[in-house]
């Protein structure tokens, strides 16, 4: 909670992957709340064609380096955090691996906490109360 | 915003899957209130057993053909705008690039305009107001 | 209504899938108000390094035969049949194809009836009234 489903064109290394993964939950637990080892991510390396982007729609110029990132989130945060989140996020990718800015996209869609089994077929936000 | 998620069997040509893009992007356009240039689409080639899905259950019969398209839209559209949608997509798709009506599926889920980031670490939606 | 979003690594028979995907289905099934045939599923088979999990984070501990599942669902559950659902599952992935309870990660999200054309271009649900 959350975890990530990341789609960018294949063609990267193990190491570069690597870092786009760390950068990312760096910044999910600087600027929107996450704590440490709450890290679920999944990575779509796409084939030509099947990461379809405009180039220019509000940003970019968008790359073959285009990352689109879809963030689901365990509960709410506000809109601040959200802002804070997508500045922090661009800032680290930019440091490593290395991403454009005008690359990064991100949507969060947003869930509940009992809508979370991290393991054992038990809701373990639940059992925090 | 909004973005699709394309699930189907591999074995289509890039121009086929370029016409599927397409197609979706224009019933988006005519029907869903959705700006042109707003265009993002991933599309996910399955491996035979990648794919389940019942040939009957409301719908069907469903063939290997079967196109599995999950939008996420940024913001509540209403019930007839919705029918509209998948109406004009089904009828799009069936003449571009040739979809049998009974193998188009399509589920929509609903963000906010704060949870989208286009690009460079901002939150575009918010700075329009 | 729903469907399930699996994501795993690459390496299993199309057997121990196949099994998989009935366990899954049967557990909607008995616990989560879901009909039969009412079976839809995309399994994404991830390469090393696509799958990105905690190894501990709230259970655990998780192996290389980690399985997150998200599901789709088309209108709200109770709190209490959701976690029938998750105990069920994860009973019923022990049994067949055999996953550890500890690598099994449930991911709930929620749409409305009207959200879902399953064929033809239609909003079957709303039909239905």
Redesign the interface.
């Known amino acids: 909670m959350p975890?990530a489903r990341i789609?960018l064109h294949k063609g990267r290394s193990?190491e570069w992957?690597?870092a786009l993964?760390r950068s990312l939950q760096q910044s999910l637990e600087e600027t929107f709340e996450v704590p440490p080892?709450?890290?679920?991510?999944?990575?779509?390396?796409?084939?030509?064609?099947?990461?379809?982007?405009?180039p220019?729609?509000?940003?970019?110029p968008?790359s073959e380096g285009f990352v689109?990132i879809?963030i689901?989130a365990g509960r709410v945060r506000t809109?601040q955090r959200?802002?804070a989140f997508?500045?922090?996020?661009?800032?680290r990718l930019v440091d490593s691996p290395g991403v454009r800015?005008?690359?990064?996209?991100?949507?969060?869609?947003?869930?509940a906490e009992?809508?979370?089994?991290?393991?054992?077929?038990?809701?373990?936000?639940?059992e925090r109360r």
Do not use: N
């Not at 890290?39 to 099947?50: D, K, L, N, T």
């Not at 220019?56 to 970019?60: L, S, V």
């Not at 997508?86 to 800032?91: F, G, I, K, P, S």
């Open positions: 975890y789609s193990a992957l690597s993964s080892h709450d890290c679920f991510q999944v990575i779509h390396q796409c084939a030509p064609g099947e990461l379809v982007y405009d220019q729609y509000f940003g970019g968008r689109l879809h689901t809109t959200k802002q997508y500045a922090r996020l661009v800032a800015p005008e690359d990064v996209m991100v949507i969060i869609s947003t869930t009992e809508d979370w089994s991290f393991s054992m077929g038990r809701a373990q936000m639940l």
